[in-house]
């Protein structure tokens, strides 16, 4: 089983002085932090939601001496089975990714009172769970306004993976964005049903560009790096989203929606390594949070009128001046 432990053990040896025969040298062991996390659907690799997350987790490996590990769909066959491992293994917390994983946490938290979870992308009512989730729509809704502002044909394209609540937001948030800019603008829209496939989320994407789209945005996770792809090789544009995927296609990707999972994870294991738990049930990560935000803007310059507008528009998001409504 692919699997990685990462101990760091900081050794104390106190010297005796005293004759007494009774007296020893004596050894402490300062124990590190040990961690679990149950990785999203399509896993290491995806280039968005799990690897931005394994970020998150090595850092707090070299800054907060911890040591973790961590299980994949794909080898522990389902998340359940996943997570029960990682509590025989005396995990300190237990990380869940997505909120595919939400019923089978619930099961096995219930049966394992004492164990501490924490539920990344939706919330559980489940006592020993906390929860974090994000604001995923003020983040797409300033790349809605980018890709209004330089779309030539007045037509974009958003891509989902799973049709879920969460992919709802970046949706609702985008389409709010692009209609602010131009109300006319044609919205395509389709769920590829799957983060996992990047032959469907390309085929999706050749698809919305037939019917003219010069933007596209993809909430779907290896399915939308095929999507991507397949907007470099029509040479139109795109944005990415959950981490910097600019360097997927250096002439197409305009910005990324950076869903800050990496900070979630850090700031968690760094909460139970002070304190010994964690203290909110429920955070909700936005602009004004620094949950999410726009990786820079690439390939297509910005006037400064829409630079501003670009800036405006996220302070009035995160002072609450503008609110998205569906």
């Known amino acids: 089983m692919k699997k990685i432990w990462i101990l760091s053990l900081s050794i104390l040896v106190i010297v005796g002085l005293s004759g007494c025969s009774g007296d020893k040298e004596k050894t402490t062991e300062e124990q590190s932090l040990k961690v679990g996390i149950m990785l999203s659907e399509a896993g290491l690799g995806d280039q968005s939601f799990s690897d931005i997350a394994f970020e998150g987790m090595e850092k707090a490996r070299d800054e907060l001496n911890v040591s973790f590990d961590y299980r994949e769909l794909e080898e522990s066959g389902t998340y359940e089975q996943g997570l029960e491992e990682?509590?025989?293994?005396?995990?300190?917390?237990?990380?869940?990714?997505?909120?595919?994983?939400?019923?089978?946490?619930e099961a096995v938290a219930s049966k394992h009172p004492?164990?501490?979870?924490?539920?990344?992308?939706?919330?559980?009512?489940?006592?020993?769970?906390?929860n974090v989730t994000f604001k995923e729509d003020e983040g797409s809704y300033l790349l809605g306004a980018l890709a209004a502002m330089k779309s030539k044909t007045g037509t974009v394209g958003f891509i989902g993976g799973v049709d879920s609540p969460v992919i709802h937001r970046f949706e609702q948030g985008f389409t709010a964005g692009v209609k602010h800019v131009n109300p006319e603008a044609k919205i395509l829209s389709v769920y590829a049903g799957s983060f996992g496939d990047d032959s469907l989320g390309a085929s999706i994407a050749r698809d919305m560009i037939a019917q003219g789209a010069d933007f596209l945005y993809p909430a779907a996770g290896f399915t939308g790096i095929g999507s991507i792809l397949a907007a470099q090789e029509a040479g139109v544009y795109a944005f990415g989203v959950d981490s910097d995927q600019f360097f997927l296609a250096e002439n197409t990707v305009v910005s990324s929606m950076l869903k800050r999972v990496d900070t979630a994870v850090y700031q968690s294991i760094e909460e139970m390594v002070k304190s010994g738990k964690l203290s909110e049930k429920n955070k909700l990560l936005g602009i004004k949070e620094e949950g999410v935000s726009l990786a820079p803007i690439r390939v297509l310059p910005l006037t400064a009128q829409e630079q501003k507008q670009i800036d405006t528009l996220q302070e009035e998001l995160s002072d609450g001046s503008v609110t998205i409504t569906e």
């Open 114 to 130: 004492q164990q501490q979870f924490l539920l990344i992308d939706a919330v559980s009512e489940v006592p020993n769970i906390h």
């Open 86 to 105: 990682l509590v025989a293994e005396g995990q300190d917390l237990i990380i869940g990714l997505g909120f595919a994983i939400q019923e089978e946490m």
